[in-house]
């Protein structure tokens, strides 16, 4: 009995609900949103005519429960609330509620019948009856204890009602669950979107937030052990790893190091090559990364130079502009690279040096030779 009063009191509370529809405002129908904000997505519509059932009003806004469980704000300038007794399909669990409490009635006499009848046995086994008294305060244990499934099994009925299919469900409030933003197939999980197509898929930013620590990032690990990662630290540099080691580096002031932790010009390569704050390309040329050292002679020199082939071109992924320069695959072997795609401005600035210096040593024996005569 104690059950079916909880019951009797919980009936009415759900069923009552309030209907919001169009005002008069309305010429054919008003957007039903994610949230209670105008730029937030459009999930549904509700049409001159039509009604949707009142969760619960919010400053400016109406939540309505759509189909299939799902929630939506509409907002309170185009719409308005109408009394549950304009909803004609809700009237109808309201009787269903009152039965329980007539038949209440009923099974208060029949408790009566049997303590009617008690009277002859209770002189008969009144001994017995002193261990019977303990059983009963033992059997309402069990009562205390069901009014607490009672509430889940309401819970349990609301996500059937309120969640909608494959979406992690979240308590808006106690006794009231609807469908949270995360979705989930078994196999994939969305979050802000329905489609997910990897793993994890987010529709919009995902923040990282250092709160206990001097590091934030974005760790990916490998079965083999091998990491990559994204990390912001304290002291504004951010860093980006593969295998388990720091390669590209970008400090507060914006200059990036590859392969170095501290870069002191815009770009900046381990290998010392950088460019300058200026916009120069500077090679490293320090004798001490170098081997094998020997001068290059006039005639391999002039014999390099005489075989190149100046060219006017344009690049393919450059349209409408022209440059010159040289073919990789055309220059003689002293200025061409191991793979013969690439070449280095040095090298022929190098052949072209060893030339000019050879015809000026010419110009000055000339001119020695003419003033001497």
Not at 154 to 177: A, F, N, S, T
């Amino acid at each position: 009995m104690k059950r079916l009063f909880i019951l009797w009191c919980l009936l009415p509370v759900a069923a009552a609900a309030d209907v919001v529809v169009p005002n008069d405002n309305v010429q054919n129908s008003v957007n039903v949103r994610l949230e209670a904000d105008a730029t937030s997505d459009v999930v549904g519509e509700l049409k001159r005519g039509e009604t949707l059932p009142l969760v619960r009003s919010v400053e400016g806004w109406y939540e309505v429960m759509l189909e299939g469980g799902a929630t939506g704000y509409v907002s309170a300038d185009w719409s308005r609330v109408e009394d549950e007794a304009d909803a004609p399909p809700e009237p109808q669990p309201a009787p269903v509620a009152e039965t329980p409490p007539a038949a209440e009635p009923e099974p208060a006499p029949v408790a009566e019948t049997p303590t009617a009848a008690e009277p002859e046995p209770a002189p008969v086994a009144e001994t017995p009856p002193a261990a019977e008294p303990e059983p009963a305060p033992v059997a309402e244990t069990p009562p205390a204890a069901e009014p607490e499934p009672a509430p889940s099994a309401m819970l349990q009925r609301d996500v059937e009602l309120k969640g909608g299919r494959d979406y992690v469900v979240k308590i808006r409030k106690p006794g009231e669950l609807v469908h949270s933003q995360i979705f989930d197939d078994g196999n994939k999980v969305g979050i802000g979107t329905a489609e997910p197509e990897q793993r994890l898929e987010v529709n919009g930013s995902i923040r990282i937030h250092d709160q206990n620590s001097s590091v934030a990032g974005l760790m990916i690990t490998q079965s083999s052990g091998d990491t990559g990662y994204i990390m912001h630290n304290r002291a504004s540099t951010l860093t980006i790893g593969a295998g388990s080691i720091d390669r590209i580096t970008v400090d507060r002031e914006g200059n990036v190091g590859i392969g170095v932790s501290r870069p002191q010009h815009p770009l900046e390569m381990a290998n010392g090559a950088h460019v300058t704050a200026g916009g120069v390309w500077t090679n490293r040329s320090s004798r001490d990364g170098k081997e094998g050292i020997m001068p290059l002679t006039d005639e391999e020199a002039r014999a390099a130079v005489m075989a190149l082939e100046p060219v006017s071109f344009g690049y393919r992924a450059e349209q409408g502009e022209r440059y010159v320069g040289f073919i990789a695959e055309d220059v003689p072997d002293l200025l061409a690279s191991k793979d013969r795609r690439s070449l280095s401005a040095m090298d022929i600035v190098a052949a072209l040096t060893r030339v000019v210096q050879e015809q000026q040593r010419r110009i000055d024996r000339l001119e020695a030779e003419l003033a001497a005569r």
